[in-house]
């Protein structure tokens, strides 16, 4: 029997000697909440058509693992509202169990988490991100604009008792979040979770002005450090995130700050959509049709090379900025399309 373990594509390096290990699959541009920085109230989403069924996103990611993926996470959209996702994660959790895959994660809006926080824990699943804003229940409504924040902090507790290990991010918004974060910090930690703040991104279209959102995270830590003690750490979960403990509540708080410190340098990622899309980097338009490739062979070999020749392509950074002569989106597209 074939050795699952040991890759049997080329790995990926760019151009810039960075080993991408790191996969980010959009298994669905669909949601159920309509984030106000995420998506417009009208959102006009892809025909099922050009979606990859699920086998065909299994097959694209078991090449990504042959070639060196070891870490991936399912988002979206809504990942769990995409039909069946289960079956994906059924298929992919085979890689945990070879080794071949060291994690496997997802990252959702905690709507669905009651009915399949127990699932993918069962599936080899041990930490998901989830996302959430605020802890008022009417800004919650507010800000998703679908979303009723009870859901899905129930949907948190049976993350928590499953045995998943839950870490909260949290988009940094100015005049909506930015006096509640120091409070959402000790809740979250007080349950023994991880949180991470996110500067908003400039992707795709809204309906709001993205300077009236933005809000920078170093003015956040000097709020937090008159109240709490701050200090730099050196914990890594492959992400973008850099790592502050926190003494007063011992927990960890993650900053992710797209726009105000650059992070490019060590990315290790790619992200896939669920139209078999392949985005080199989340600010850039470039992209690679994997679908075509997908559909018109059999053989993996054919993919891995069309793989390899979009690393190729994967840029040394984004260009990022949000100010008010730049009042347009970075990037078209909108976040849920790429994922996350
Ligand atoms: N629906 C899932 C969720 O909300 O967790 C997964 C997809 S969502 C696009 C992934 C993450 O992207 C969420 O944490 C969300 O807050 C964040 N996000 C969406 N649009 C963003 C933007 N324009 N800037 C920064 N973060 C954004
Ligand atoms: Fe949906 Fe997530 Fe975007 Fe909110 S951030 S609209 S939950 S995809």
Known sequence: MQNTNMPIFDAMVDNFNRQISYLRVSVTDRCDFRCTYCMSENMTFLPRKDLLSLEELARLCSVFIQKGVKKLRLTGGEPLMRKNIMQLVETLSAHLETGALEELTL??????????????????????????????????????????????????????????????????????NEHEIPAMMQWVHERG????????????????????????????????????TLEEISYKTGGPARYLKVHETGGRLGLITPLTHNFCESCNRVRLTCTGTLFMCLGQEDAADLRAVLRSSDDDHVLSQAIDAAIMRKPEGHDFIIDRQHKRPAVSRHMSMTGG
């Not at 009417?138 to 008792?161: C, S």
């Not at 992707?203 to 170093?218: H, I, M």
Request: charged share 25%.
């Open 107 to 176: 990252t959702t809006n905690g709507s669905q988490l009651h009915r399949f926080a127990q699932p993918l824990a069962d599936f080899g699943v041990k930490r998901i991100n989830v996302s959430l804003d605020t802890l008022n229940a009417d800004k919650f409504a507010k800000v998703t604009r679908w979303g009723k924040l009870e859901q899905v902090l129930d949907g948190i507790a049976h993350a928590l008792n499953a045995g998943l290990k839950v870490k909260i991010n949290a988009v940094a918004l100015k005049n909506f």
């Open 193 to 228: 979770m991880d949180f991470t703040l996110i500067e908003t991104m400039p992707l795709g279209e809204v309906d709001e002005d993205r300077t009236d959102q933005y809000l920078p995270l170093s003015q956040v830590r000097k709020q937090l450090e008159e109240k709490f």
